[in-house]
């Protein structure tokens, strides 16, 4: 029970009290550019995933052989071509997908986030510590957007998943159609919209955050 709970302590900790998008409010453009469905939002939680961690890998990797001066720039060079890579890759297999996440998906090579853990975290530990460190932070981005997606999408067009043809390819498909005859509300598909949503859910994390926190031990 007790390894149980110390195995679990630092993943629940992650996503609940420094959630890096609603807790440390770092790497924010990707929730309120292309969060406004619950597809989209998936999507670039899923490319944020693999560019954090394969960048975190190759980053632990070469950190004896990369001098400091050099850093830096390695490592955003690292990102962007992992980057790149997904982006021919989509270019190839799903082009109304890459069309959607417009320049957002380059930006992904650039993510505070990204640069912030290589440099703090996986630049000065093990490949096997990188890429845990990389999986955890990835996977508090992707239960972000995952909500904000979820109840943006929920709001302004009344369904889940609406746009899942830019995936599959078949336009017939419209998703979970959850409020019939909506009539959507515009501001929560709108960059205000998710202004205002994602203040909500700051707030809703704050103060999940100070009412469970701990006790200290004497």
Known sequence: MNENSAFKEPYLETLLHK???????????????ISYTLTLSLSISIIFFIVMVMTSILVSATRDLIPPPAALGCYVLFSATIVTIIELL???????????????LPIVATNCLIIDRTLVFAARNTVMSSFKDAALQSFAVIFALFLLGA????????????DMYLITGNIEHVGLQLIKNNQGFTLASLPAGGFILLGLLIAAAGLLQTNTISEPKR
């Open 151 to 162: 109840i943006r999408e929920l709001i302004g067009y009344g369904s889940l998943l609406k």
């Open 90 to 104: 989509m270019q190839a297999c799903l082009p109304d997908l890459r069309t959607a996440l417009g320049l957002y």
């Open 19 to 33: 959630n890096p998008l609603l807790i440390r409010l770092i790497g924010l453009s990707p929730m309120l550019a």
